[in-house]
């Protein structure tokens, strides 16, 4: 394809084919990316259908094909990262798991998938910072450092985090609430 009919194309679906990114990611920065690469990937093309209709279809299933790529590898760096990634309470919790019955086993096993999956829950920003001081524990100073997030909002996070959580928590009344530092 020449620079003239990806010109072409791009002043004919450009508008639709980016409110389409923009669709499938949410995201602006993924959407300008996504737009780029499906862009970049029929420059490279050698055929391209002549029909308005032909093509369309052409970019969007690319773009469409770009995501589904993308959201599998995000997938599976978030899958490598959690197996490298286990919390230093449950490597203590599974040395301490040879003792328990197989019922106390799974319990706790669902108990750590529920705690996990409402820290995921939570909004990115305040995520980061749990993450950074209970699975990581470090001091409020070292999160500062490694966020450049100022102390007092690092603070308010962390308290309110801790809020969403205890009150998540303690709407499932099979899990122990973690707050200020213990069960409770």
């Given at each position: 394809?020449?620079?003239?009919?990806l010109?072409q194309?791009?002043?004919?679906?450009g508008?639709d084919?980016?409110s389409?990114?923009?669709y499938l990611?949410r995201?602006k920065?993924?959407?300008d990316d996504?737009?780029?690469?499906?862009?970049?990937?029929?420059?490279?093309m050698?055929?391209?259908?002549?029909?308005?209709?032909?093509?369309?279809?052409?970019?969007?299933?690319?773009?469409?094909?770009f995501?589904?790529e993308?959201k599998?590898?995000a997938?599976?760096?978030r899958?490598?990262e959690e197996e490298q990634?286990i919390p230093?309470e449950?490597?203590?919790a599974?040395i301490?798991e040879n003792?328990?019955?197989p019922?106390e086993h799974m319990?706790r096993?669902e108990r750590?998938a529920?705690?996990r999956?409402?820290?995921?829950?939570?909004?990115e920003?305040m995520?980061?910072i749990?993450?950074?001081?209970y699975?990581?524990?470090?001091?409020?100073?070292?999160?500062v450092?490694?966020?450049?997030?100022?102390m007092?909002?690092?603070k308010s996070?962390?308290?309110?985090?801790?809020k969403?959580l205890?009150?998540?928590?303690?709407?499932n009344?099979d899990v122990?609430v973690y707050v200020?530092?213990?069960?409770?």
């Amino acid at each position: 394809m020449e620079q003239r009919e990806l010109e072409q194309l791009i002043g004919m679906y450009g508008r639709d084919i980016y409110s389409f990114c923009c669709y499938l990611t949410r995201n602006k920065q993924e959407a300008d990316d996504l737009y780029q690469d499906t862009f970049v990937k029929v420059l490279e093309m050698q055929a391209f259908p002549e029909d308005k209709e032909g093509a369309k279809n052409l970019l969007l299933s690319v773009a469409v094909r770009f995501w589904k790529e993308q959201k599998r590898k995000a997938a599976r760096r978030r899958r490598i990262e959690e197996e490298q990634y286990i919390p230093q309470e449950l490597k203590n919790a599974e040395i301490s798991e040879n003792l328990d019955t197989p019922e106390e086993h799974m319990i706790r096993n669902e108990r750590n998938a529920y705690v996990r999956s409402c820290v995921e829950k939570l909004p990115e920003k305040m995520k980061v910072i749990v993450l950074l001081y209970y699975m990581e524990q470090r001091k409020m100073e070292e999160i500062v450092e490694l966020t450049g997030v100022p102390m007092g909002t690092v603070k308010s996070r962390l308290h309110r985090a801790k809020k969403i959580l205890a009150k998540e928590l303690r709407q499932n009344q099979d899990v122990e609430v973690y707050v200020n530092g213990s069960f409770g």
